[in-house]
């Protein structure tokens, strides 16, 4: 039988064991972004193309990965649920997901009732994240140049003015939502737009969004949405938008 004296040597002697150990951390920012699980339907979670820490200061490490493996998955995963047993939902889901995605949220009217709201909402949230992610990049921000400056000039009156209708947008945006830079076909136009509702109709090509869901910032922003606004801005992918606008173009 041990006694209050054993007892108390076997405690210490443990816990001095213990500090002796080599301590380790969880390091985000030395982390590449996680390898999407694998997908359980049609759909799987888009791996962000840069690390979590990517786009620090602007948009911190944790806020990223929660939002990535977190939010957008769980997009993906109740998506896969609502057209689970459904294949006349889907067209050709191959490696462009967007593709079919825009198919499957344009054909909404045409689906059966019970399974329209799920996909508005994890469809368009599992689309506009793909985008998202796509739409920034650590070596982003400053001006576009080229063909998205000579449109920017011709719709808005300069850069420092579209920069002002959208930030005016994103900020207007009521509640949970995003602002989109939008090409409609013969020059381009902000929209605001609620919940996770796609900019996918007809003749319309998202160039540019912001997400302005409260967990997409609120880690390092809390309320102060300006202040995310005015550091998405430095992350901008304008390469990717440049890409879209040639691509709707051609």
């Known amino acids: 039988m041990m006694t209050r004296r054993k007892a108390l040597k076997t405690t210490v002697g443990s816990a001095m064991a213990l500090s002796l150990l080599p301590q380790t951390s969880t390091v985000l920012s030395a982390q590449p972004a ?81 399974v329209r709201t799920a996909i508005r909402n994890h469809g368009g949230g599992t689309y506009n994240h793909n985008l998202f992610w796509q739409m920034l990049s650590k070596t982003g921000g400053g001006e576009p140049k080229g063909e998205v400056l000579g449109a920017i000039d011709k719709s808005f009156g300069g850069f420092s003015k579209f920069k002002e209708e959208f930030t005016k947008t994103a900020l207007g945006q009521f509640g949970s939502g995003w602002a989109w830079l939008l090409w409609n076909g013969s020059k381009l136009e902000v929209k605001g737009m609620p919940n996770q509702d796609a900019p996918v109709l007809p003749g319309q090509t998202a160039l540019l969004g912001i997400d302005v869901w409260e967990h997409a910032y609120y880690l390092k922003y809390q309320n102060r949405r300006a202040d995310y606004i005015n550091a998405f801005y430095n992350v901008v992918n304008w390469d990717f938008v440049q890409a879209r606008l040639a691509a709707a173009k051609a």
């Open 34 to 114: 996680a390898t999407a699980p694998a997908a359980t339907g049609p759909f799987s979670l888009a791996k962000l193309p840069y690390a979590y820490d990517a786009l620090e200061p602007h948009i911190d490490a944790r806020t990223m990965e929660i939002h990535h493996s977190k939010h957008h998955a769980s997009y993906v995963t109740n998506l896969n649920k609502a057209v689970a047993g459904k294949p006349e939902l889907l067209g050709t889901v191959g490696e462009d997901q967007n593709k079919a995605l825009e198919e499957l949220i344009r054909g909404l009217h045409r689906w059966p009732a019970e």
